[in-house]
């Protein structure tokens, strides 16, 4: 199938294929016709299976078709559970929307940041991406109205709900009008998500799309027995060993992540960290460096590891494994995108050996388990 085939119109093929995006994914050709249809949708996929433009474009093909589209209230609201996030859903759009026949202007709103710059570029805006906590404080400066909001997009809804947005994304909801196209798009389906999607979706449809396995046998997966004291001292040996010249590294916190760089730089390695102790403008600047090559080595906790989308990442290290099987599910998943191969390294301590045995068992693969001290004689 080819994008021809769904419905859009032939200024969304002709940027499609000036972006050289030739074939649709599994879940583009079930959401895009749904989404043009005005139907109700609940999808549920991996990150990296290209959610984002499964719904970013029929939105703005329905944007073509909206008459009142030249009034200043927001028509579509996309609810994301970052900052990155935010930014990049911005991002696609804008990148879809270059050379339609109606503009479409769209802005993003996140906290860590001064407000009064939002609330500016909130003018005139068709789309609007946002964080709930931000969008409600635009709601109470009356900086924002959502009265007019036509589709409701609730991304990374999986991660949104564990965050702890239920009550804000719940109050927002009720903002709404109730006639609207609701979009639940999801890496994972829970029980809270069941239970928001019977109370937000209508005769929803239902695309399920279970790729993580397919996903997976494009990544290589060895893991080391290393004791915590010698993680960084190995850690630096695979770097110089593989030579990695891109590689994320996942730490579980905030000061470990610090701890990796600091000692990465003081043996003359570029590497920089990424996580909510960061300031916005540093955390912009740290991914844009990461993502066009110019940085070699990011640190990222699991969370801020949701905003880095990038086709052909070579490497992955687990420092320190995630408490969710499923977390490291998402942060392999980081490498071996778009058809290309990567590979995925664990550094597991001897007391990490029996969480790492429900990891393999969860996601249904065995991964190679080297003693470290056999690899450095």
């Known amino acids: 199938m080819s994008f021809t085939t769904l419905g859009l119109s032939p200024d969304l093929l002709k940027i499609l294929s000036n972006q050289n995006f030739a074939l649709p994914t ?18 549920i996929a991996k990150t990296g299976s290209g959610k984002t433009a499964s719904y970013v474009l029929p939105i703005l093909m329905n944007l073509q078709k909206a008459a009142e589209l030249k009034n200043r209230h927001v028509h579509v609201l996309v609810l994301v559970p970052t900052r990155e996030l935010a930014e990049q859903v911005k991002a696609v759009f804008q990148a879809f929307s270059k050379g339609l026949a109606v503009p479409v202007k769209t802005t993003a709103v996140f906290g860590g940041v001064s407000i009064n710059p939002q609330m500016t570029a909130l003018q005139n805006v068709n789309v609007l991406v946002a964080t709930p906590g931000r969008l409600l404080d635009l709601v109470d400066s009356n900086a924002v109205h959502l009265g007019s909001i036509e589709t409701l997009v609730l991304d990374e809804a999986d991660k949104m709900l564990n965050l702890g947005f239920k009550d804000e994304v719940d109050r927002i909801i009720s903002l709404l009008p109730v006639k609207r196209q609701n979009i639940l798009l999801s890496a994972t389906l829970n029980a809270d998500l069941r239970l928001i999607h019977q109370v937000l979706l209508t005769d929803p449809e239902v695309i399920v799309i ?63 960290a990424i996580h909510s102790k960061k300031s916005q403008g540093a955390r912009t600047e740290t ?5 066009s090559g110019k940085l070699r080595i990011l640190v990222a906790t699991d969370l801020m590891g949701r905003g880095i989308d990038i086709n052909e990442l070579p490497f992955v290290v687990n420092y320190e494994l995630p408490r969710s099987p499923k977390d490291y599910i998402h942060r392999i998943g980081r490498t071996g ?17 029996s969480h790492f045995e429900v990891i393999q068992k969860k996601m249904g693969k065995e991964v190679e388990l080297i003693d470290s001290g056999s690899v450095l004689k």
């Not at 397919?214 to 010698?230: F, G, H, N, R, T």
């Not at 991914?287 to 993502?291: G, H």
């Open 26 to 43: 599994p879940i583009q050709e079930k959401a895009i016709p749904a989404i043009l249809n005005r139907q109700d949708v609940l999808g």
């Open 210 to 272: 279970e790729s993580e396995e397919a996903s997976l046998a494009q990544i290589k997966q060895v893991a080391y027995i290393v004791s915590d004291e010698k993680k960084g001292p190995f850690l630096r040996y695979l770097i110089n060993h593989h030579e990695m010249k891109q590689v994320l590294i996942f730490a579980s916190a905030v000061h470990t992540a610090d701890a990796i760089v600091n000692k990465l730089r003081k043996n003359n390695f570029d590497a920089k």
């Open 287 to 291: 991914l844009y460096l990461f993502k």
């Open 337 to 353: 995108r778009a058809g290309s191969i990567g590979e995925a390294i664990s550094l597991v301590s001897p007391d990490e050996l």
